[in-house]
């Protein structure tokens, strides 16, 4: 990916990681990391007067379908990093974003890929994202720019499951359960004798459906080979709200400090 980017494409901003961002090795969670690629997206809308602001006047709304997600390393506590994004192709119905965070020096930390989908909520349809004339602005790439995510395997069996109950804070603006809080729930599955030795390398996530305030989730979990976990979300009622693969390696180790 890093051979393709068009710098004069990318908008960024710089990020500090502060301790609410870090586990106990001092370093960002995989959650932090996704948290700043969403904002920065929004962010980059928003700088081009195509925000949430202007779409919810308009009833429209991005929905993101997929994420592709590499970490590379994690950034750590106090580190300033930029998170950098950019409008890929955009065909039919679907809408391809890239994202980089990077350290101060300009070494690539992690990136990604993803597809979004615009809402018209009057209509309660998705809608063509060339039919919007707002998209313009995006400037939306066409030569063979559209990112293939793979496809996540099948599982039968599964290892076994977390309940989880959406809460009042897992809601955002949109009034759906934000995206993120897929991603924290299919963390949490991962056993507690192993999520101290591992962390998160790279996460496929696949979007079906919503899930609501108050709904009990059912998160079920498997270790498909030593260090590929999957996890599909379930709603109270069976529906399939989400798939997630993860890879995981051994965790990064925690820093010494003196004095």
């Known amino acids: 990916m890093e051979e393709r980017l ?13 301790t609410y961002d870090c586990l106990q090795n001092y370093c960002a969670s995989p959650v932090s990391v996704l948290n700043y690629f969403q904002e920065i997206a929004l962010e980059h ?13 308009m009833h429209l709304a991005w929905m993101v379908v997929k994420y592709h997600i590499d970490i590379l390393e994690y950034p750590r506590f106090l580190q ?12 039919g119905f679907i809408a391809n974003r890239g994202f980089v965070l990077k350290d101060l020096d300009g070494k690539v930390l992690a990136n990604g890929q993803s597809h979004w989908m615009m809402m018209d ?23 063979n720019e559209k990112y293939k995510i793979p496809r996540l395997k099948r599982v039968s069996e599964w290892d076994g499951n977390r309940e989880f109950t959406v809460r009042y804070l897992d809601i955002d603006y949109n009034g759906h359960v934000n995206n993120v809080r ?14 101290a030795e591992v962390e998160v390398a790279s996460f496929d996530i696949l979007y079906k459906e919503q899930a609501k305030f108050g709904d009990v989730i059912s998160a079920k979990f498997k270790a498909v080979q030593p260090n590929v976990y999957r ?24 820093p010494n400090h003196e004095g």
């Open 6 to 18: 068009d710098e004069s494409r990318v908008f960024y901003q710089d990020q500090k990681i502060y």
């Open 45 to 57: 809308s928003a700088a081009l007067n195509a925000g949430p602001y202007e779409l919810d006047q």
């Open 80 to 91: 300033t990093v930029r998170v950098g994004t950019w409008a890929g192709a955009a065909q």
């Open 121 to 143: 909520f009057d209509k309660q349809h998705i809608v063509r994202v060339s039919d919007e004339a707002i998209n313009e602005v995006y400037q939306f790439k066409d030569e």
């Open 182 to 195: 897929y991603l924290a729930w299919a963390v949490e599955t991962i056993p507690p004798e192993m999520i």
């Open 231 to 254: 996890v599909d979300i379930d709603s109270s009622d069976g529906q399939l709200l989400c798939q997630i693969g993860m890879t995981l390696r051994p965790t990064s180790k925690r």
